[in-house]
Every structure is written in structure tokens, then in C-alpha cells.
């Protein structure tokens, strides 16, 4: 059975809506670099020294640096996995039930536990899901809201898919990949930049490109 999954798989929160976008090139690069193994850590905690990521998300470090470290190795696969994402014909996208705008009965998504999902009733045009909703699917993607990885399973048994996109936070979508890795089916992952299980947000332009 599919629960709602409350449990914050990260021991902090999270809002990188703040931080600047060149913060994230920048490491990119820096990590992409030659031999940028040995002296990593070194130079990822100067990065967020001097970007002031610390001041800009309230996180001390050490999380900063295990924040920053999932985030990259979440784009390495995806960089990975691009080329043979580009190929696959069926497509779905899996979002997270805690990106609607409300997480209470305003909401009038409906949750449909054969599937299990929830539909998105677009009840509100600036909710974030309802906004991915409906440019995944004039690209011709199926629309999961999920509460959870646990879901996730059951979907991939009932249809085929062979490239999904995730939204989620860096430890549901650890779980998700292992999940489409045990199957064959090729992931993109989008992290969320700002978690804490509602009111979550993920950054849309990058769901445009991924699309
Ligand atoms: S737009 Fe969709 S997901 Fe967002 S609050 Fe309304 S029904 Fe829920
Ligand atoms: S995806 Fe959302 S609800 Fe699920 S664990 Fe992460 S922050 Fe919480």
C-alpha cells in the first residue's frame, strides 16, 4: 500500500530559492574539473563560504556540504542517462504531493489509490504542480503526484515506461533511481529546492529543459 510519506529524510530543511544561480554553475564546473577529486571537499566548502550559502539557507557546514555533494551526484547521473533518456518513446513524469499549494483539502487533486496518484483538478493556477502538470503532458508525458517512492513500483508494473523524470527531494530520489535502476528504466532527476514535506518547490525552468 502507498502512504504518505511525513518522515523528512533529510535531518534538516532546506531553501536554496536564495542562492544564487552562478553558486551552482560554478561547482559544476569546479567538480567537472581534472583531478577535482582529491581536493573536492576542500574546495566545496570555499565555494559555500564564499557564496555565503550558509547565510542564504540557515544550514550550518557540514549540511551544506552533504546538501551540495547529492545535488551534484544527482546531476552527474542525469548528465549520464541524457543521451539514452533522448531516445526513450514513453514517457512519464513523477511529481511530489508535497509541491501542490495546499496539502489539505483545498487541494481538490484526487487520490487514487489503484494507481496510486493523486490528479491534479487545476484548482490553482499559480500551484506549481497544476503548472508542471500541464506542460509534461502537451509534451506527451503521463503525470504521476506521488506521496511518496513507495508508489512508484506498482506504476512501472502496469506501464512501461521507458524514461521517467523525478521531482523530488536528493533522498526520495535516491530511492526512486534505485527503484527505475532494478528495472531498466532510464531517470532524470530534478531536486527539490526547498524541502520540508509541504510547501515544497522545485525549480520549473529546470523542468522545462529536462522535459
Ligand atoms: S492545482 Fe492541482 S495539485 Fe495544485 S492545489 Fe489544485 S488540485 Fe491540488
Ligand atoms: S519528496 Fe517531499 S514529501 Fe517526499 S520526503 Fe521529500 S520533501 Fe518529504
Redesign the pocket.
Known sequence: MCVANLVMPYKFTFDLSKVPRFFFTEVARVSYSKGMHKTFLKTLQELIKKFRIQEATGLNLSDAVILIQDLIDLQAVNLMERGKFLQAKKKALFLPHCS???MDS????VFDASIPS?T?????KD?L??EA?CLAKKKGYDVY?LPGASCIPKILETHRYEGVIGVACGEEIKLSGNILGGIGVVGQAIPLIKNGCANTAFNMETLVKTL
Open positions: 501542490r499549494k495546499y483545498r487541494c481538490k487533486a493523486y491534479c483538478a487545476h484548482c490553482s500551484c504542480v497544476n502538470d503526484v
